[in-house]
């Protein structure tokens, strides 16, 4: 039985890799994925201070409260950039313009880091926002 589904997933795979190389939408899709894949691994990288394949931390306590810290800031990152992206779609004046832009979100990631600086210290205690977002006309583009 097992030499017969491993010559089964011989098969499977060779009609896959036949679909691949001759459907040019397959490998379009391939590529998207593997390129967003490929970017959120780098945006975890950029999040880490110095070598972020090795924990150089003392403890086993530390490991986990470091790598929950980086979750934390590549989340609140993510998280800021959708609230820009959702402020943009509702700054379209068209429909046509926001199915458009849409489109071109959809085809991104928001694992993207370059506008916001990872290596400098900030300055909360006078909090000033810079810009505001309008948080009910985003909630309405989900529920309205």
């Given at each position: 039985m097992y030499k017969a589904l491993k010559?089964?997933?011989?098969?499977?795979?060779?009609?896959y890799i036949l679909r691949y190389i001759s459907e040019e939408d397959l490998r379009k899709s391939v590529e998207s994925v593997l390129s967003k894949v490929e970017?959120?691994?780098?945006?975890?990288?950029?999040?880490?201070?110095?070598?972020?394949?090795?924990?150089?931390?003392s403890?086993?306590?530390?490991?986990?409260?470091?790598?929950?810290?980086?979750?934390?800031?590549?989340?609140?990152?993510?998280y800021r950039n959708l609230l820009l992206l959702s402020q943009q779609i509702c700054n379209c004046k068209t429909a046509e313009q926001k199915e458009e832009l849409i489109?071109?979100?959809?085809?991104?990631?928001?694992?993207?880091?370059h506008h916001i600086n990872l290596h400098r210290e900030f300055d909360f205690s006078e909090l000033q926002t810079t810009r505001a977002f309008d948080m009910e006309a985003i909630l309405n583009l989900f529920t309205g």
């Open positions: 010559e089964l997933g011989k098969i499977y795979r060779t009609i970017n959120a691994n780098h945006f975890a990288k950029a999040v880490m201070v110095g070598n972020p394949q090795e924990f150089n931390w403890t086993h306590y530390d490991q986990p409260t470091a790598e929950g810290c980086k979750r934390l800031i590549i989340n609140a990152i993510n489109k071109v979100i959809s085809r991104t990631s928001t694992h993207t880091w």
